[in-house]
Structure formats: C-alpha cells, structure tokens
C-alpha cells in the first residue's frame, strides 16, 4: 500500500499568517491527491482534489500544489475558522490511504 | 442536494457482527462509486471499502477477511458488515461519494455523512 507522510503533526500560527502543510507519498501518486479539513465534532470537507482544484464552495485562501510524491496544502491567510486538521489522501489505484493528519491551532 | 445518513446499533458486543447503513437522500446510488472510512477516537481516518454501482468492490487490505461491502438499490442505500469485532473496531463510521469525472483516472470524495459512532464493549 502506498504511505502517506503529512507534516509537521501540529502547528500554531496566528490569525492573517501564511500556513503550509506538506504530505509526501511512499511512491509516485500523479496527481491523485486529495485535501480535506475535519473541524472538531464533524465529518472531514473535501477542500482541494487532483493536487489542486479548488472544490465548490471553499475559500480562495485554500490552495494546492504539487505532483509526483510531494504535496502542499496552504492558507493564504489564516482565519479563526480555519482550526481544523487536516488530512492528505491518495486514489492512485485501487486502495486508499491517508495521511495521519495535521492539527491546526490558532495563537 | 445529495444527503448521506449512517445508522447503526451503536453497541456491539467483541465476536459479533456489525452491520452498517447509508441512506443516500436528494440523489441516486446508480452512477457513482461509494465508500465507507472510519475512525477511532483521537485518531486519524481509515478507508476501509469501496463499491461501484455495477457492483466492484476494493477493500482494505488489513480488513478484507471480516467485511463487506454491498448496495440496496431500491432503497437508495449502501450498506457495510463487518465480522468479529474487537475494542480496535470502536470508532465513527462515515459513508461517502466518491467523485470521479469522466475521462479521468482520479477520484475524490465530495460527499460525507455526519458519521455514526460503534462502540465494542461487553
């Protein structure tokens, strides 16, 4: 199975930073790599899909980058709503995998 | 717009058989693919099986010999089982859709239920 490394684990930042969150795959995944955002007490929200579509809905601040085994999720400039983990997910092939998640914290 | 709602017994006892339901509301199950993820309290998420419309299915590997994955199409449902559960299987279940756009390779998630918790406890 294909691994997935998000990092770091936790992170604090303030309120109009600029926060980057990577996600490295064990193999090449293309681009078939997904974002999403799990506030507290709820199911996780597809933020960007393929590396770096923008899904329906989501903030211009949320932006995706990266191809082949390296990934990074960022926010432009953090808004209190943003306090959330997030979550890297590959569909190369048939199963899928995770990454451990991201804990964002706001100072 | 397409709603998802897991139901569940929400208690197990270890050895026995969970049984799991989705009821897809404001859309049909024909036509897309559907998975069930799960997870533990304090952890990260688990994707545990996919199934298309025409029946395919994927399985996670480390749980394939104690689940399955099926859909009801009449009542617009999906539907998971999972045999011999132990304490490690106590987490919240979510259903989802699964997106994948014509011509391509990719696919993603677009559509999540609120989840059901499964605890396993004598």
């Known amino acids: 199975d294909i691994q997935m490394t998000q990092s770091p684990a936790s992170l604090s930042a303030s309120v109009g930073d600029r926060v980057s969150i990577t996600c490295r795959a064990s193999?090449?995944?293309?681009?078939?790599l997904n974002w999403y955002q799990q506030k507290p007490g709820e199911a996780p929200k597809l933020l960007i899909y393929a590396a770096s579509n923008l899904q329906s809905g989501v903030p211009s601040r949320f932006s995706g980058s990266g191809s082949g085994t390296d990934f990074t999720l960022t926010i432009s400039s953090l808004q209190r709503e943003d306090l959330a983990t997030y979550y890297c997910q590959q569909s190369y092939g048939s199963s899928i995998t995770f990454g451990q998640g991201t804990r964002l914290d706001i100072k | 717009q397409v709603q998802l709602q897991e139901s569940g017994p929400g208690l197990v006892k270890p050895s026995e058989t969970l049984s799991l339901s989705c009821t897809v509301s404001g859309g049909s199950i024909i036509g897309y693919y559907w998975t069930w993820i799960r997870q533990p309290p304090g952890k990260g998420l688990e994707w545990i099986a996919n199934?298309?419309?025409?029946?395919?299915?994927d399985y996670n590997s480390s749980l394939k010999s104690r689940v399955t994955i099926s859909l009801d199409t009449p009542k617009n449902q999906v539907s998971l089982r999972l045999n011999s559960v132990t304490a490690a299987d106590t987490a919240v279940y979510y259903c989802a859709r699964i997106q994948s756009p014509p011509g391509q390779h990719y696919h993603y998630m677009d559509v999540w239920g609120k989840g059901t918790s499964v605890t396993v406890s004598s």
């Open positions: 193999q090449t995944i293309i681009t078939y």
């Open positions: 199934i298309g419309y025409t029946g395919t299915t």
